[in-house]
């Protein structure tokens, strides 16, 4: 793997070089992980932050009925932990269990700290990615209040299509994850039953289509038009592999 050509692809390190990169990179470690694998769960001590270079990872909470509650799910150019890494208490809040064989770059928060004040364009997009975070958990908390169903099913819809989305000739995104009904169901806070008719729906309407764990968005401009949410930008690319080519 070309660490400084992955770490390059990554929101937070987008606007350097790869000369300037190199040096984060040296300091970087490689770790490979099996299906079902965890990168860290709660309460484990929060003292790095990981790239995902391939693979995928799901990020989980459960609560004290043991009940499981999906909030993220990251493909490859995703940055990962710098809430829990740069928190005063240091320490994990979150799971992330591997749902792909995924291979992952390691970078100590310490040295990670160093480089991005000695790199203030770096210093300015941990800052913005930490800023995003906040704000989304905000609005997540708003929408579970405030939104229906259908409402919080396009928004995560238009999310995932933006995040994890490739786009074929006919202008159709299809999202490129593995998730079930029950795991979307998960992230927008409601039943899978509830879930699955909005999806019909949706797919009645022709802005999505369904083909087992894969799910085809047909037309994006029309399902963001259905969607109650602004301003996810920052967040989109803390979770988005960059072309850096």
């Given at each position: 793997m070309d660490v400084t050509r992955?770490?390059?692809g990554t929101y937070l390190f987008q606007d350097l070089n790869a000369a300037q990169v190199?040096?984060?990179a040296a300091r970087a470690s490689v770790k490979h992980f099996a299906r079902g694998d965890h990168v860290f769960r709660d309460g484990d001590p929060a003292n790095e932050i990981y790239i995902l270079a391939s693979g995928q990872i799901r990020e989980y909470t459960v609560d004290q009925y043991g009940n499981e509650y999906v909030s993220e799910l990251f493909s490859p150019g995703a940055v990962i932990g710098e809430p829990g890494a740069f928190s005063r208490e240091r320490t994990r809040v979150v799971n992330e269990v591997v749902i792909a064989r995924s291979e992952v770059i390691r970078i100590p928060r310490d040295d990670l700290l160093q480089f991005?004040?000695?790199h203030p364009p770096a210093l300015v997009r941990l800052l913005e990615g930490l800023a995003s975070e906040a704000r989304v958990a905000i609005r997540d908390v708003a929408s579970l209040q405030h939104e229906d169903v259908r409402a919080r099913?396009?928004?995560r819809l238009v999310v995932l299509a933006q995040t994890h989305g490739l786009k074929d000739e006919s202008g159709a995104i299809q999202i490129d994850l593995r998730f079930t009904q029950s795991e979307l169901a998960s992230m927008v806070g409601c039943t899978r039953e509830n879930v699955n008719r909005v999806i019909a729906t949706l797919c009645d309407e022709q802005l999505v289509q369904v083909d087992g764990r894969r799910m085809l968005v047909i037309d994006?401009?029309?399902?963001?038009r259905d969607r109650t949410e602004?301003?996810?930008g920052m967040l989109l690319r803390r979770n988005r592999r960059?072309?850096?080519s």
């Amino acid at each position: 793997m070309d660490v400084t050509r992955t770490l390059l692809g990554t929101y937070l390190f987008q606007d350097l070089n790869a000369a300037q990169v190199d040096a984060i990179a040296a300091r970087a470690s490689v770790k490979h992980f099996a299906r079902g694998d965890h990168v860290f769960r709660d309460g484990d001590p929060a003292n790095e932050i990981y790239i995902l270079a391939s693979g995928q990872i799901r990020e989980y909470t459960v609560d004290q009925y043991g009940n499981e509650y999906v909030s993220e799910l990251f493909s490859p150019g995703a940055v990962i932990g710098e809430p829990g890494a740069f928190s005063r208490e240091r320490t994990r809040v979150v799971n992330e269990v591997v749902i792909a064989r995924s291979e992952v770059i390691r970078i100590p928060r310490d040295d990670l700290l160093q480089f991005v004040i000695a790199h203030p364009p770096a210093l300015v997009r941990l800052l913005e990615g930490l800023a995003s975070e906040a704000r989304v958990a905000i609005r997540d908390v708003a929408s579970l209040q405030h939104e229906d169903v259908r409402a919080r099913v396009v928004r995560r819809l238009v999310v995932l299509a933006q995040t994890h989305g490739l786009k074929d000739e006919s202008g159709a995104i299809q999202i490129d994850l593995r998730f079930t009904q029950s795991e979307l169901a998960s992230m927008v806070g409601c039943t899978r039953e509830n879930v699955n008719r909005v999806i019909a729906t949706l797919c009645d309407e022709q802005l999505v289509q369904v083909d087992g764990r894969r799910m085809l968005v047909i037309d994006l401009s029309r399902l963001q038009r259905d969607r109650t949410e602004q301003g996810d930008g920052m967040l989109l690319r803390r979770n988005r592999r960059i072309d850096s080519s």
